[in-house]
C-alpha cells in the first residue's frame, strides 16, 4: 500500500509539473494570433543609445543584457538589417540598444554620457511614416524566443510582393514586442556604421564591374582583330571593310556595359514609396482598403539577401 501512494504522490507531482510547464508556455504566447498589417506606425522619432555588430544574431543576447544592465527602465530596441536565411551568419549586420526618449521629449546629458562610457553611441531614428507592423506579448523571457520563430515568417508571407520594407526592427515596450518595418526612407534608420558598410560595399561592386567591363572589351577587340586579319586572305576589299566594320559590335557592347553600370544602383530601389507601391497593386486588384495586402502562401516569397529590397538614392539622401 505504501509504494502505491508513493507512486500516485510522483505521478501527482509529475503531471502538476507538465501543466505548470504548459501554462508557462501557453502564457508566453504560444497559441498567440499573429496579426500583420500595414499603416501608421506604433511608434514616432526617437534617440537611441545602441552597439553595432557584424556577426550571428544569436550575439545580440548579450547586447540586450549590456543595455539593460545600464538602465533597466528603458526600453530595448534591435534593428536586423539582413535575411539570415540568404546572408551567413558572420555577415549579418544589426544594432541594439535602449531607447533613450521618444517624441518631443529629450534624453538627459546624464544618461547620454552614462551609455556612452560603456561604448554606447547615440542616433536618432525620425517617425516612420507607413510601416508592415505586428504585435507579440512580452510576458516571459521565452516570449522572445516564440516571437523570433512566429512573427518573423508572418512577416515574411505578408512582404510577399517585393515591398521595399526593411530593416526588421523590434522594440521592447511594457508586456508587448512591436515588430516594424518601415515602407519609406529606410535609409533613415541606418546607423551610420551601417550607411559605412553599403558605401564600401557599392565601391566594391563598382570596382568590380568596371574590371569585367574592361576584361570583355579586351576580349571582344582580340576576336574582332582575329577576324579582320583572317579576312585580308580573301581581297583587299573585303579586309578593308572588315577591318572598319567589325570593331563597331565590340565597342557598342562597351558601351552598353557602361550604361547597365550607370543604372544598376537605381534599378536595385527603383519602387520609390513603396506605400505608394501597396496602394497601386491592391487598387489594381480591385481589392479591399489601400495599403493592404491578401493572405497567400509563403512558398511564392522571392528571398532577397536583405529583407526586401535596398533604399533607393532618394532615401539615402544625406549619405
Known sequence: MTDWVLLGLIAALVVLLLLTVFGFVVYSGLFTEVVVSAGSPPVGNMTLAYKFRVGPYGESGQLFTDGCSISSKLCSIGVYYDNPHTVSPEKCRFAIGRILSEGDAKPSEEQIKRFQ??????????????????????????????AVNRVHPALDTYIKRKLCAHPRIEIYKQDRIYFVCPLARQGDFYVPEMKELERKSRAAAAVAEDAQTDITGVDTMSETSSISVEA????????????????????????????????????????????????????????????????????????????????????????
Do not use: C, N
Request: hydrophobic share 30%; net charge negative; proline share 8%.
Open 117 to 146: 562610457k560603456y561604448g554606447f553611441k547615440i542616433f536618432s531614428f525620425p517617425a516612420p511614416s507607413h510601416v508592415v507592423m505586428a504585435t507579440f506579448p512580452f510576458t516571459t523571457p521565452l516570449s522572445i524566443h516564440l
Open 232 to 319: 585580308t586572305t580573301d581581297s583587299r576589299d573585303t579586309s578593308v571593310a572588315t577591318s572598319i566594320l567589325l570593331p563597331l559590335p565590340g565597342s557598342r557592347g562597351r558601351e552598353e556595359a557602361d550604361t547597365r553600370s550607370e543604372h544598376s544602383y537605381s534599378e536595385s530601389g527603383a519602387s520609390g514609396s513603396s506605400f505608394e507601391e501597396l496602394d497601386l497593386e491592391a487598387a489594381g486588384d480591385g481589392e479591399g482598403a489601400p495599403g493592404l495586402l491578401p493572405d497567400a502562401g509563403y512558398g511564392s516569397q522571392e528571398v532577397t539577401d536583405k529583407w526586401t529590397k535596398e533604399p533607393t538614392a532618394a532615401e539615402r539622401g544625406e549619405e
